[in-house]
């Protein structure tokens, strides 16, 4: 292709906005940058006719077009002198996208389960290492692990995990931004078992898949276990223990983060342990949910250093139930509650006496009231006789 022909390598050759498409291109990718905010380009044929981001031959072209770019794929190309109207960027001119694709670092075998690691990549456009720092803001760089359904690992079945993201923006793990070094950090929160690493490349107008393996995940080869305190007044204990058919026991180096049911928070580490199960005491603060962040940093048998990191390991404390009572306390306790119910039974027996005594007292009174009444009906029906006795007379 006359367009990557010499030194300019895979940018376009562009005479103002000029650029030429030879006659044996059977089909081409154009990438064009913008000013940033400016609108699409138009392309303008060999013949004349224009093409536009919303108007232009589908079953030829495929157009996308972002805020800062424009990616223009075209099959059969008409051969003769192209135009591109529109504000071009003249740091990054265009660019002709051939064949993209990427190269990652290996991976170590064996890899662990929870590990963390940073791989570096390179993106390529062609044989030549893209330089555009604009270019790279289009590609985005996935990575899964996918399951080989190995029926011999404990993964059988497991769905796709994403592990990691390269970035080439200078943060995070990624030493420089725009030096063409794609870093991403692993984190390989999966199932132990055999897995395919597979590199997803997507761009705005196809997607590329690379894969590498079977590579097999093997557990943690740091165990840690609590083992919960039976007294308040005791300490709860991390029981760690490692696999030395894996790793030095010497080279461990933990990192610890507990949270406590009352929020307080308190680290913890250790190093250069001589015996193992090794125990670190967890204080006994509060009852309730314990969260625990783990780092840990170690050294393979083959020498490989590795890290990784637990961030959701956890422990619920209880509250131990009360000892049993001695005799004495029992005897104690029988006592108070003899007490108790010879208070009971005098309480009722004065509540019934005190009843009595009322009722007693009501029945006087209404007796009383009975005679008072039954002398004064008595008095009254005399008195009334009486006076009409003396009237007659």
Excluded: C
Excluded at 87 to 113: G, T
Excluded at 321 to 343: D, G, H, K, L, S
């Amino acid at each position: 292709m006359s367009l990557i022909d010499g030194d300019m390598s895979n940018k376009l050759p562009i005479d103002g906005q000029r650029f030429r498409i030879d006659e044996n291109v059977d089909e081409i990718t154009l990438l064009f940058f913008r000013e940033p905010g400016s609108k699409p380009l138009i392309l303008i044929k060999p013949d004349g006719s224009k093409w536009y981001d919303s108007r232009y031959p589908t079953d030829q072209v495929t157009w996308y077009t972002d805020p800062n770019f424009d990616i223009i794929r075209i099959k059969k190309p008409q051969p003769g002198p192209w135009q591109a109207a529109g504000r071009i960027d003249e740091e990054n001119k265009a660019l002709v996208v051939s064949d993209i694709r990427f190269e990652a670092d290996p991976l170590p075998e064996p890899l662990y389960q929870n590990e963390e690691l940073k791989v570096e990549g390179r993106l390529y456009n062609g044989e030549d290492i893209v330089e555009t720092a604009r270019f790279r803001q289009t590609v985005t760089l996935d990575v899964l692990f996918i399951s080989t359904n190995n029926a011999d690992f404990d993964n059988f079945g497991a769905t796709p995990v994403r592990v990691a993201q390269f970035l080439d923006n200078g943060r995070g793990h990624d030493e420089r931004v725009g030096d063409g070094v794609f870093t991403g950090f692993f984190n390989l929160d999966v199932e132990p078992g055999e897995w395919m690493a597979t590199y997803e490349m997507t761009t705005p107008l196809y997607e590329r898949v690379f894969e590498f393996g079977p590579l097999v995940v093997k557990p943690l080869p740091v165990d840690f276990e609590v083992i919960e305190s039976d007294a308040v007044e005791d300490d709860h204990q991390l029981i760690v223990t490692v696999n030395e058919n894996e790793i030095d026991p010497g080279s461990l180096v933990v990192n610890g983060e507990t949270q406590f049911p009352n929020g307080e928070v308190r680290k913890f580490t250790f190093s250069q342990v001589d015996e193992f199960p090794y125990q670190v005491p967890i204080a006994n603060l509060a009852f309730g949910k314990h969260l625990i962040d783990i780092d840990i940093f170690a050294t393979t048998l083959a020498g490989r250093e590795f890290e990784a990191r637990l961030d959701d390991f956890s422990f619920i404390s209880t509250e131990p139930p009360p000892p049993e009572p001695t005799a004495a306390e029992i005897a104690e306790r029988q006592r108070i509650e003899a007490e108790r119910q010879r208070e009971v039974e005098r309480q009722e027996r004065e509540a019934k006496e005190k009843q009595a005594m009322m009722n007693l007292i009501i029945i006087v009174i209404v007796n009383l009231l009975i005679i008072f009444i039954a002398l004064f009906a008595l008095w009254w029906f005399k008195f009334r006789k009486k006076k009409t006795d003396k009237n007659d007379a």
